[in-house]
């Protein structure tokens, strides 16, 4: 039977449509809320049973980081921790507080360059929902405007998952097993093995519950012209050892893609919404900058019974220097374990783009962030 987005358009279900927006309630034309620096900001708070279908935000700041210094949260059934937790433009598909187009089937950043933020996951919940913006900048967001779309149902079948999500960053270095040196395709050297995911760039590693890994928004800035691709994903499932489950051949190949690709590519399911080297059809040196790449595991679901550790290698055997940040979807069963910290708004700010600017203040960015150090393994200063 076909399990496509179309496949139950016709079934009648016995729900009532709602929506909770953003609209003037005194019935003139300022649709709108403004939050203040610091402020948290509920957008909607639903009660008993239902299904959160689509959401839409628009927003309006001078702070030219908003996509990063505003903070989505969500919460399922009363539990007190958030199961989504993000920066609002990383979560729809703008990394680094950047605004771009940006198409998939279940998120989506939409014309003029950005500036409406759109996700048709559906999130279920049996005991209520809030969903939260917290503004983490110095700088009022003037207006925020906003649509939460979602249907009211009697219950919701134990067998639905809740919807989670997690932003993650870090800006790797050669791993010492490599000899801290950034090395891929041999060129200073043979290969270094790696049997273990033990220090790879973590997707996501949800515990406490059954339930399956939906996909990956990921964002790449590369310091040097390396090809930044040869990281294997692996995905080792209720606890396993390596290799897993799941082990693949390539940071290109996780993606559907192939053969050290860099150019603007946008599938309902996987692609690469950025690529620096196609950027108004300009060359550059290598893979120098900044990349995003997603894949949503829509019709192959990773699925788990307990625990999942969804990973990749930066550089094969994680050999490379990378500032990564991703986010990682997927359902679950509650209650699920309280995320690790979210990075405050400073250390979210993202590091400079090489081409945009030179590579020594790119090396000068890095080694404040790092107390000191070599950018490159084989570097001289």
């Not at 203040?36 to 279908?53: D, F, N, S, Y």
């Not at 005991?127 to 906003?146: F, M």
Request: net charge negative; with cysteine.
């Amino acid at each position: 039977m076909s399990q496509g987005p179309l496949a139950n358009i016709a079934r009648l279900v016995d729900a009532r449509s709602k929506r909770v927006s953003s609209y003037d309630r005194s019935g003139g034309n300022a649709d709108y809320v403004s939050i203040a620096p610091r402020e948290t900001k509920v957008l909607a708070e639903m009660q008993g049973a239902g299904i959160v279908k689509h959401i839409w935000i628009t927003i309006s700041s001078k702070d030219p980081l908003f996509r990063r210094n505003l903070v989505l949260r969500m919460y399922w059934d009363g539990q007190e921790h958030p199961s989504v937790e993000s920066p609002v433009g990383d979560f729809f598909g703008n990394g680094w507080g950047m605004k771009y187009n940006f198409i998939s089937l279940p998120l989506a950043v939409t014309p003029a360059q950005g500036n409406s933020l759109v996700s048709y996951f559906p999130m279920p919940y049996g005991k209520g929902a809030r969903i939260t913006i917290e503004n983490e900048s110095d700088i009022e967001v003037g207006s925020l405007y906003y649509y939460v779309d979602y249907e009211e149902h009697a219950s919701i079948p134990a067998d639905m998952g809740r919807f989670h999500a997690w932003y993650h960053q870090e800006l790797t270095t050669p791993d010492s097993d490599t000899g801290d040196v950034e090395n891929e395709w041999e060129i200073f050297g043979q290969f270094a093995k790696n049997p273990t995911d033990i220090h790879n760039y973590l997707f996501c590693e949800p515990s406490g519950g059954a339930g399956h890994f939906v996909g990956v928004n990921y964002y790449i800035n590369c310091p040097t012209p390396v090809w930044y691709g040869e990281g294997d994903d692996m995905f080792l499932v209720d606890g396993e050892p390596w290799p897993g489950s799941a082990h693949g051949t390539g940071t290109e190949d996780y993606f559907n893609q192939s053969w050290c690709p860099d150019e603007h590519f946008l599938h309902p399911y996987f692609g690469a919404a950025r690529s620096p080297g196609r950027l108004n059809d300009s060359p550059r040196f290598g893979w120098l900058g900044r990349t995003h790449l997603y894949r949503f595991h829509l019709e192959d679901p990773i699925r788990f019974k307990r625990c999942l550790r969804a990973s990749i290698e930066h550089g094969h055997a994680n050999c490379l220097t990378l500032e990564l940040a991703s986010v990682a979807y997927w359902y679950q069963a509650l209650p699920s374990a309280p995320f690790p910290m979210l990075p405050s708004a400073n250390e979210r700010a993202p590091m400079p783009e090489v081409g945009a600017v030179d590579v020594h203040r790119w090396r000068d960015c890095w080694r404040k962030a790092r107390g000191g150090g070599k950018l490159w393994g084989n570097e001289k200063d």
